[in-house]
């Protein structure tokens, strides 16, 4: 799958809120299945199930299955290519630009 495609994965799979949420359950550790349910307990469990596919076929959630429990690992890689392509080339712009406009008026 070419780079550009697996972005597209990555985009589609953070458009959704409670995906992005899963996310920032899953930031502070590995967390089964059954756990993330509890939390989300506005979702039935095929609904979390579904968006942890989705978050997998992306790239960032990575299952490991121990005994009868699914575990799911954050992979922060996938948002690390993002940001390293399309944010922090812009950032480096944005502060050049800031840093003219500082000497400009101080001039």
Do not use: Q
């Amino acid at each position: 799958m070419s780079s550009e495609a697996k972005d597209d994965h990555v985009f589609k799979a953070l458009a959704h809120p409670r995906r992005r949420l899963l996310l920032d359950e899953l930031k502070d550790g590995p967390k089964t299945t059954g756990t993330l349910c509890d939390m989300f307990a506005d979702m039935d469990r095929c609904t979390v199930m579904m968006h942890l596919k989705v978050l997998e076929d992306a790239g960032l959630v990575v299952a490991r299955r121990e005994g009868r429990e699914r575990w799911n690992h954050l992979d922060a890689l996938p948002i690390k290519r993002i940001h390293d392509r399309w944010i922090s080339e812009y950032a480096t712009h944005a502060v050049s630009i800031l840093d003219r406009l500082k000497t400009d008026l101080e001039g």
